[in-house]
């Protein structure tokens, strides 16, 4: 196996802190999801979301490709975050898929293939609750 790519990122004061890069360049205030009355911070829940939408979007995209099938697509990733008790916390995630042209029959079959290919989606199998559907 080749490593692609690799990463870090600091977290100080958990959910109200903030994260950066070692280098930092980059660097995010991170507030507990409702607290925030400025709008200038994200959560946990927030980033989790970014990254499975533009991951997910990326292996539809090269499901597509294998295809050959140029279209324009758009993944929306919605993550929640559940509470079954003190200290029992955890999330899952709604995944919604569009792709310009496409039925929306076929564009559901491309969501299933691209989430069978997606490093996100692999991460998370068997762990939180993923649902897959058509926007």
């Known amino acids: ?31 507990a999801p409702g607290t925030d009355k400025t709008g ?39 993550v929640s975050l559940y509470n079954d008790g003190p200290a029992d916390f955890y999330i899952g995630v709604e995944l919604v898929g569009h792709i310009e042209g496409l039925s929306p029959e076929d564009t559901k079959r491309y969501l299933e293939k691209a989430h069978e290919v997606c490093p996100y989606s692999k991460a998370t199998r068997g762990n939180i609750d993923v649902k897959i559907d058509v926007m």
């Open 1 to 31: 196996m080749a490593k692609q790519y690799e990463t870090t990122m600091i977290n100080e004061g958990g959910r109200n802190g903030f994260v950066y890069d070692p280098e930092k360049s980059t660097k995010y205030v991170i507030k």
């Open 40 to 78: 200038k911070s994200t959560n946990p829940e927030q980033l989790f979301a970014a990254g499975y939408s533009s991951c997910f979007n990326s292996a539809l995209e090269l499901v597509l490709s294998q295809d050959q099938i140029k279209a324009e697509t758009t993944v929306k990733a919605t």
